[in-house]
């Protein structure tokens, strides 16, 4: 396989597996997540109420929002119209565990408001992996279409940086690029957009593991929790298969810090590095590679 196209295909595989392994323990503490599961280290039936009707394997919105992503590229790159179609076209299709901040943000695009919703929250965070596969190595570009597609749903300074700071991992591991000098050049890239969060990016550095991130960071909700810990669960593993088990292990929003996760180091290590039962167990699998093919050839104009 192509080098790029097994990036591409780890990353947004990678994201969904990490929704999906992350699924059945959101919103437990890790304490309760190790009463009621042992070790999550594969797809489980979820025994918590928000995620009650979902099954092994499926994911929720995270991947939703991702696939609404994905499809709203044409041959010139991302189209912002385009998205706010696929999102009307998501919310009327009565899906499963969206969050309260998308609900108001997409019946306000409903209603020709694209102002978005003032909201901390990782939810725009935790889709826009797909940009930094797009439009990596063109980090300007990268800056002005994550904050578009962001202020969509939302319009915080917060939220806003911890997308930017997502899709900008992303885009320096399809460069191969992991390193402490990344951390640095990450809190130079949303410094304007929130000195706050940038402060947070910066204090990776004094870490030397992921669970002192959790610890530092927590892993809850605002994306400028879970956010850092996910980055930081990257920087401080070594396997795809151990930054995810420590991810969706940690409590909190598990399923967002999976996908978060996910979407960076499927693009690092590639499809082929991430164990082929999580990846043949996902659903949807064939629609996310076919998805993924089709990004990495409007990309590379294959």
């Known amino acids: 396989m192509d080098k790029m196209l097994e990036k591409f295909e780890g990353s947004i595989l990678g994201l969904s597996i ?3 392994l992350g699924m059945p323990t959101e919103w437990f503490t890790k304490e309760e997540i190790a009463e009621k599961y ?16 979902l099954k092994a394997g499926q994911y929720t919105d995270d991947t939703d929002q991702t696939i609404a992503i994905l499809n709203s590229f044409d041959e010139k790159g991302f189209n912002n119209k385009i998205f706010i179609e696929e999102l009307i076209k998501w919310y009327n299709n009565d899906p499963v565990g969206m969050g309260p901040t998308s609900t108001k943000a997409i019946e306000k695009l ?18 826009v992996g797909p940009l930094g596969l797009f439009y990596f190595g063109e980090y300007e570009k990268l800056k002005e279409i994550t904050i578009k597609a962001t202020k969509l749903t939302h319009n915080n300074d917060e939220a806003i940086a911890g997308a930017l700071s997502i899709a900008f991992f992303v885009a320096e591991s399809v460069n191969n690029v992991k ?6 050049r990450c809190a130079k890239f949303i410094e304007d957009v929130s000195y706050d969060f ?12 992921a669970n002192e991130a959790y610890e530092l960071f927590n892993t809850g909700l ?12 990257f920087l401080r593993t070594d396997t795809f298969k151990d930054g995810m088990i420590s991810c969706v292990n940690a409590g909190g929003d598990t399923d967002s810090m999976g996908s978060m996760y996910g979407a960076i180091a499927g693009a690092y290590y590639g499809v082929s590095n991430i164990p082929e039962n999580w990846v043949s167990g996902i659903q949807n699998k064939d629609l996310l590679v076919d998805l993924s093919k089709k990004l990495y050839k409007l990309r590379f104009k294959k």
């Open 179 to 184: 390193s402490e000098k990344s951390i640095k």
């Open 18 to 20: 990490g929704d999906a």
């Open 198 to 209: 940038s402060e947070k990016i910066i204090r990776i550095t004094d870490l030397n593991s």
């Open 38 to 53: 042992g070790l999550i280290d594969n797809f489980v039936d979820p025994k918590n109420k928000f995620n009650g009707i």
């Open 110 to 127: 409903i209603d020709g408001d694209t102002t978005g919703c003032d909201s901390r929250t990782c939810g725009s965070s935790m889709r």
């Open 222 to 233: 605002p994306a400028i929790e879970c956010v850092p810990s996910a980055i930081a669960t």
